[in-house]
C-alpha cells in the first residue's frame, strides 16, 4: 500500500487562514508522504472554476516528487434555495468533477453524493461510466460512520465496473464519536470489503500520548489491508480538529497521523 | 438517528469560532457614493460555501436590529445585499476567506455609533450538500465590542 495524507488534516490552519494550501502540500512532502488527496470544496481558492488552480497544484505536488492520490468533491443537491438538483445537474457536477480530476492526474474520485436510496447512486453512477472510463478515472463512493460497513456492497455489486470502487473511512471502525450501531461488526467486515477497495481514509480525532488513535484499531485495520494486498492509498484524515476549540499546530497533528500510518503500514 | 443528525449539526457549528476576524468597525466608502461601516468576517462553514448558503445574516448594533435592507455582504470587493446572497449559489465563498459585513443604516450613521459598539452578528449557513441536519441549517454567532475607526 501507498501512505499519503489528506490535506483535510490541515483543516483548523486553513479555516483560520493561519497556513496555505500550497504550505500544507510542502509539509506533507516533508513527513514523506507518497501521495495527498485534496478537496476541491476546501483546496481550490477558485472552486468551482479552478482548472488552472488544479494545474499549478498538480505541478507543485509532483515537484515535491509526491502524486495527488485522490480528489474529493461534493454533489450538492441542495445549491440552490428555491428547488432540489435534477439528474442532469448532478451529471453535470459529476462529469465536471471527472475531468477536473483528470486534469490533476489523478486516478480516484470522492465524489459525496447523499439519498436515502442506494439506487439513485446507482443510477448516476451508472450513467457516468462512459466518462469515468474516457477520463480513467474510477469513482471510490466513500464508506463513512454512522453507515453500516456492509452499506454500499450491494451498489457496488449491482453496478459491477472497475470504474466503481469503494473507500472506507476508518470511522466505521472506531469506537468512538458516534453510537455504536456499527461497532459491533468486527474486523470481519473490513477484510469482506478488500476486493472492493481503491483507497481509504485513515480516520483520526485524537492520539494518546504513544502516538496511537485511542479509539481507533489502526495496528488490525492496515494489518489487514497488508494481508490482503491492497495497492492503493492510505491517507491521514484527521478530524479533530474540527471541535478543538484551543490552539494547535495543524502540522503536528499531521506529523502524529502520518507517523502512526508508518508504524502499521510500512 | 436523530441523535447523530444532533452530533453532526454540534460538530459543524463549532467552527463559528473563527467568525469575527477583526473587532473594529471601519468606516467605508464605495467608488460608487455608497458609505457605511463595516467589519471583517471569516467564512464560518467547514468547507468552501456557494452564497445561496447563506439563508439568513443578521446585525444588531447597540441592540439594535439593522434592517435587512442596510445589510451587505462585501466578498472580494463585490457588495451584495444580504437578501440576495441566497440566490447567488454560481459565487463561493471560500474556506478561511476574509469577507466584510458592511451596514448602511442611516440611523446608525447619522450618529448612532459610539466608540465603543455592541456588535452581534448572527448567520444562517444551509449547506448546499444534504447532511441530513434538521432543519436543514447551521446557525453561528458572535458578538463583539468594536470600536469605531475611521
Known sequence: MKLGMSLYTYGADLHAGRITVEEAIRHAASLGCQGIELIGDQHFSTF????????????????????????????????????????????????????????????????????????????????????????????????????????????????????????????????????????????????????????????????????????????????????????????????????????????????????LLQRYGR | MQNEKTGILYVLSQLGRDLLAETSLHFKSWEDGTTGYAFAVREPFYTSIPLSSLSEIAVTVNDRQVPENHVWLALREQRIPASVCRNLWELYWHIGEKAEIFITDPTLLQGGLKKKNKVALQMTVRPAYDYGLPEKKVDYAAEAEMEVVL
Not at chain 1, 440552490?80 to 490533476?104: G, H, K, S, Y
Not at chain 1, 451508472?126 to 478515472?137: M, Q, S, W
Not at chain 1, 484551543?246 to 503536528?252: G, H, V
Open chain 1, 48 to 259: 468551482p472554476y479552478a482548472y488552472t488552480e488544479a494545474l499549478h497544484l498538480r505541478e507543485l505536488t509532483r515537484s515535491l516528487g509526491m502524486e495527488i492520490a485522490c480528489y474529493s468533491t461534493y454533489l450538492h443537491s441542495m445549491l440552490r434555495q428555491d428547488r432540489t438538483a435534477t439528474f442532469d445537474e448532478f451529471m453535470q457536477m459529476a462529469e465536471n468533477a471527472i475531468a477536473l480530476t483528470a486534469a490533476l492526474g489523478c486516478p480516484v474520485l470522492r465524489p459525496t453524493f447523499a439519498s436515502d436510496d442506494v439506487q439513485e447512486l446507482v443510477n448516476l453512477v451508472t450513467a457516468c461510466l462512459p466518462t469515468l472510463e474516457k477520463y480513467g478515472v474510477i469513482w471510490g463512493v466513500e464508506l463513512h460512520a454512522p453507515c453500516h460497513p456492509l452499506y454500499y456492497k450491494e451498489a457496488l455489486d449491482r453496478v459491477n465496473s472497475p470504474w466503481f470502487r469503494l473507500i472506507p473511512d476508518f470511522s466505521c471502525w472506531s469506537v468512538g464519536g458516534l453510537p455504536d450501531r456499527y461497532l459491533d461488526a468486527g474486523m470481519d467486515t473490513f477484510r469482506a470489503l478488500a476486493p472492493y477497495m481503491v483507497h481509504c481514509h485513515g480516520k483520526a480525532h485524537r492520539f494518546d500520548a504513544r502516538g496511537e488513535e485511542p479509539n481507533t484499531p489502526y495496528r488490525e485495520l492496515l494489518g489487514i489491508l497488508k494481508e490482503t494486498g491492497f495497492s492503493g492509498y492510505v491517507v491521514c484524515e484527521y478530524e479533530g480538529w474540527i471541535q478543538e476549540a484551543a490552539p494547535f499546530s495543524s502540522k503536528e497533528m499531521a506529523a502524529r497521523h502520518f507517523a
